[in-house]
């Protein structure tokens, strides 16, 4: 089992930035897979972002250019740095982890960190 913590969430003004953080604990050495997703109310979930555990990372349309996805190893923490926010960025943020990388899959996932954007 993986246990998984966002946090970093809140208000922004248009065009600023914020950093999402998600903590795992538990069997972290399970995971290969990690993401960034979001849902809005009355959307559907979109992926945003996935690192891999060779280091590769994948971006959707919305996110290239504007959110970039890191980890550091030493603190089990996966973050999201979105800059450029726009007011279409408000959503829940979630964090996912999985030892297969199929996002339609991910078995564990986080609580969420709610993010609003101002215009």
């Known amino acids: 089992q993986v246990q998984l913590m966002e946090s970093g969430g809140g208000s922004a003004h248009s065009g600023g930035s914020l950093r999402l953080s998600c903590v795992a604990s538990?069997?972290?050495?399970?995971?290969?897979?990690k993401g960034w997703f979001r849902q809005a109310p009355g959307k559907e979930r979109e992926e945003l972002a996935l690192?891999?555990?060779?280091?590769?990372?994948s971006y959707s349309d919305s996110a290239k250019g504007r959110f970039t996805i890191s980890q550091d190893n030493t603190k089990n923490t996966l973050y999201l740095q979105m800059n450029s926010l726009k007011p279409e960025d408000a959503a829940m943020y979630y964090c996912?982890?999985?030892?297969?990388?199929?996002?339609?899959?991910?078995?564990?996932w986080g609580q969420g960190t709610q993010v609003s954007v101002s215009s």
């Open positions: 538990g069997n972290t050495r399970s995971i290969y897979c």
């Open positions: 996912a982890v999985d030892p297969v990388c199929v996002p339609e899959f991910f078995r564990y």
């Open positions: 690192l891999d555990g060779d280091g590769t990372t």
